[in-house]
């Protein structure tokens, strides 16, 4: 068990670029979550997989936003046309679902738009 | 729409303290409650996920406790330490498959 793992840690961006995060989860966990997290605030949901269905998005996910997992196993998160508002934080979790659907976190990639 | 408020969202204590962590959720009806660790620009670790059907859950020096029906929990942290420094954030999940509702977190620091 190697923990939930994301990619790139940090990404710094200009406005109007094209970025695309990934994350790894834990190998048998068939639900994957993605959050963003702002300065101060706690972490805000924003899609939600179950193997390679994508079955809750956030209002916070907007036309700009993608994601995707392919075979149900790591997951891309794509932000088009960045904007300065998208700077935040952006953590994934993953879980086995189950009765305690306990999940566990990667340690974020950081994203700067400048 | 689920509310989740924590209190103090900062805090500073001597080491060696014994502490008391607060969170307060509008809607009872939940599934579930996870306490979380965050240091400074890292990703979350899970501390203790406590059941509706259950009061409380133990982890070494932890100990959370819920009260589903009056919509609050705590974190209890005894004999602190300076590496219990961090922010500490707490969750609730309406049903086994929604996502979790968080607090804005308590930032805790305990000074040796």
């Known amino acids: 068990d190697t923990g939930v793992s994301q990619d790139p840690r940090h990404k710094i961006t200009k406005r109007g670029q094209n970025v695309t995060f990934r994350c790894d989860p834990i190998?048998?966990?068939?639900?994957l979550y993605w959050y963003r997290q702002t300065l101060g605030q706690g972490p805000e949901f924003l899609t939600y997989f179950q193997n390679e269905a994508q079955l809750e998005k956030s209002r916070l996910l907007s036309d700009r936003f993608s994601a995707e997992r392919p075979k149900g196993s790591f997951s891309t998160l794509e932000i088009q046309r960045t904007e300065q508002g998208d700077s935040a934080m952006y953590l994934c979790?993953?879980?086995?679902?189950?009765?305690?659907?306990?999940?566990?976190f990667g340690p974020g990639t950081r994203l700067t738009v400048l | 729409k689920q509310e989740v408020t924590q209190i103090p969202a900062a805090l500073s204590v001597p080491e060696g303290e014994n502490l008391v962590l607060n969170c307060s959720f509008t809607?009872?009806?939940?599934?579930?409650l996870q306490w979380f660790r965050q240091d400074p620009g890292k990703g979350l670790t899970s501390l203790l996920l406590?059941?509706?059907?259950?009061r409380e859950q133990t982890s070494g020096r932890l100990n959370a406790s819920l009260d589903k029906s009056s919509g609050r929990s705590t974190l209890y942290i005894a004999a602190s330490q300076p590496g219990d420094s961090a922010t500490y954030l707490c969750a609730v999940r309406r049903s086994g498959n929604t996502p979790l509702v968080f607090g804005k977190g308590t930032r805790l620091s305990v000074i040796a």
């Open positions: 809607d009872s009806a939940i599934y579930n």
């Open positions: 190998s048998e966990h068939n639900r």
């Open positions: 406590i059941q509706s059907s259950q």
């Open positions: 979790a993953s879980s086995t679902g189950g009765y305690y659907n306990e999940q566990f």
